[in-house]
């Protein structure tokens, strides 16, 4: 059972930052491509950012593009969402996802390409 535990959430000001982790279980980390989405109450969950396994290739949403960086750091089993210059609108519950299978350069960029997902940490930005 391989399993996805995100980490760093919390409420923050606008214009602040946040760095949200996402530990993997199990088989080896770097077999896994990695994705952060999200999802706003009455909303549909959407990409927000992608990693390739090595660490090499990364692709993110229009929305964020310039404030947040997703790395990975293989010898931790560890990716990372490092957030700045927070807006309302970036408030959601935050899930970390994994997928096996992807060449060592892609990324995966859909839902629906990841078989794996974390229980989400929150995100809250207000004054």
């Known amino acids: 059972q391989v399993q996805l535990v995100e980490s760093g959430g919390g409420l923050v000001q606008p214009g602040g930052s946040l760095r949200l982790s996402c530990t993997v279980s199990?088989?080896?980390?770097?077999?896994?491509?990695m994705g952060w989405f999200r999802q706003a109450p009455g909303k549909e969950r959407e990409v927000v950012a992608g990693v390739s396994r090595s660490g090499a290739i990364t692709n993110y949403a229009d929305s964020v593009k310039g404030r947040f960086t997703i790395s990975r750091d293989n010898a931790k089993d560890t990716v990372y969402l490092q957030m700045n210059n927070l807006k309302s609108e970036d408030t959601a519950v935050y899930y970390c996802a994994a997928t096996v299978g992807l060449p060592y350069s892609a990324v995966a960029s859909t839902r629906r390409e990841y078989g794996y997902w974390g229980q989400g940490t929150q995100v809250t930005v207000s004054s």
């Open positions: 199990r088989r080896t980390f770097s077999a896994y491509a």
